[in-house]
């Protein structure tokens, strides 16, 4: 069974408490994936990015194949950069601290020359460095590689689009052919292919799905007297103006007058709640993923279920008392590595509120001010797209392709102008451009689709 636990691969003792003092407690995807390959010895080309956990994947493999007690290369890094150089000296030197005696040496270019021949004569096991400079080394013998066992090349693609693949070439010749040699790099282009086919053996690629960026989440709190709410709330949709938006709120009622007061000033906004019943609440939804709708005003209940990529904001109309479910509210925007905005407001009553989420999350609340924010007095929010049903489904055997070939087709409708088409059991829904909507209610309301007649309206 796959695990990501660091004891499942072949570390030692030391390594596993060393890994554990770093506060590294599982392996990341990349380490899962790739360091049962690497600490066979296998040539692996890896697909990963500054962030994945590499750096740590192929150290801990080059530590592992290292004799301390022979005095001499025996791994080799080569990056694009001196700072990445640096970033995997220093990463490599924290693994390293599990085995005695490991000199790791960095070889960049801009660095005076002296020094770095003065740390090699004294003996280094691993050198890290920029192409250029390690060229240099070895045409003038101060670096020897006849003894490698490791090379690793980081960031492959971008040495190959900073033209290095010469040097590379020329150092990788000075290397024994029995090496281990790992490729890894974020991008695959043709070079990469090419590149490992000459210089790996059998090379196993590892590629991670879906890395997992830490979610950038920027909260603001905002300070308004009760009965500012509103014009608040209008003042954040006016200054962020985002593109898509859950706003929470506490109960039905106020979801319904929130909107409400929305929509009265041109910000298309639809409440959800448990007062919905089913067909209401599949339009809302259905509006709000075809973009007919940009802002969805919701109570928790009601927000458990929503199946939503990523928001570009989250607002708190009114803070939650618990401060978990803030936590939980604010975590649907930001998502994927994207970066999203948590706006929340506050009367002066609920600052203990503000505090409870700050010890929370253990880090101080930002406020500003509302007098801060832009106004602009011709601003509205409203959707580009407008949402079409159609009184025929799955039912009547209606799919996808019938309602975009009725558009396209007899009505003249450009495909662009044509948004998401969701069927459902009896209806289904169709995005269309507010711009062409008119032409689109005709066609449907005289034409047919399917060869047969269909009731068509807008839905409000
Ligand atoms: P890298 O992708 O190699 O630049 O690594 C990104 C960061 O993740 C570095 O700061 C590492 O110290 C850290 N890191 C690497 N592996 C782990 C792990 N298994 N658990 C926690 N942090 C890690």
């Not at 890894?184 to 590629?207: H, L, N, W």
Request: hydrophobic share 40%.
């Amino acid at each position: 069974m796959a695990s990501d636990s660091f004891s499942s691969v072949a570390l030692s003792k030391a390594q596993i408490a060393n890994l554990e003092s770093l506060g590294y407690k599982k392996m990341t995807p990349i380490q899962a994936q790739s360091l049962p390959l690497l600490l066979k010895g296998k040539d692996v080309i890896a697909k990963a990015k500054t962030g994945s956990g590499k750096t740590a994947a192929f150290g801990l493999a080059l530590l592992n194949s290292i004799n301390p007690r022979f005095f001499g290369v025996q791994a080799l890094v080569l990056c694009p950069t001196r700072e990445l150089a640096d970033q995997v000296a220093k990463e490599i030197r924290r693994l390293a601290r599990a085995t005695a005696n490991i000199k790791l040496v960095t070889l960049c270019g801009g660095k005076p020359f002296g020094p770095q021949v003065g740390s090699l004569e004294h003996g280094a096991h691993i050198v890290v460095g920029t192409p250029g400079r390690v060229q240099d080394h070895l045409r003038k013998s101060t670096l020897n590689l006849s003894g490698l066992k490791v090379l690793v090349l980081d960031e492959a693609d971008r040495m190959l689009d900073m033209g290095f693949i010469e040097v590379m070439n020329d150092i990788i010749n000075q290397t024994p052919k029995d090496r281990q040699t790992l490729l890894f790099s974020a991008t695959y282009p043709d070079g990469i292919e090419k590149m490992s086919r000459s210089i790996q053996r059998k090379p196993v690629m590892v590629t991670v799905e879906s890395e997992h960026k830490p979610a950038i989440i920027e909260q603001l709190f905002y300070e308004a007297k009760k009965h500012q709410r509103n014009n608040t709330l209008l003042a954040l949709f006016e200054h962020y103006q985002p593109a898509t938006t859950v706003v929470f709120c506490h109960t039905k009622k106020q979801c319904d007058e929130v909107a409400d007061f929305l929509r009265d000033n041109r910000i298309d906004a639809l409440a959800i709640h448990g007062d919905l019943d089913q067909r209401e609440r599949d339009q809302v939804l259905v509006r709000f993923a075809n973009n007919s709708c940009s802002v969805l005003v919701a109570t928790d209940v009601a927000a458990r279920g929503l199946d939503i990529k990523s928001l570009h904001a989250v607002i708190n109309y009114e803070l939650p008392r618990d401060p978990e479910i803030y936590v939980h509210r604010i975590g649907r925007t930001g998502r994927a590595g994207e970066k999203g905005i948590a706006l929340s407001i506050f009367t002066p009553s609920e600052q203990v509120r503000v505090n409870a989420i700050a010890d929370y999350q253990k880090k101080p609340s930002i406020c500003d001010v509302p007098e801060s924010l832009d106004r602009d007095s011709g601003f509205s929010l409203q959707a580009n797209m407008v949402t079409i049903q159609l009184d025929a489904g799955r039912k009547s055997k209606i799919r996808p392709g019938d309602i975009l070939g009725a558009l396209t087709g007899d009505a003249g409708l450009a495909g662009s102008q044509i948004g998401k088409i969701d069927i459902f059991e009896l209806s289904s829904y169709v995005a269309i451009e507010r711009t062409a909507l008119r032409e689109a209610m005709n066609y449907l309301s005289q034409g047919k689709v399917k060869g047969r007649s269909i009731r068509v309206r807008k839905i409000r």
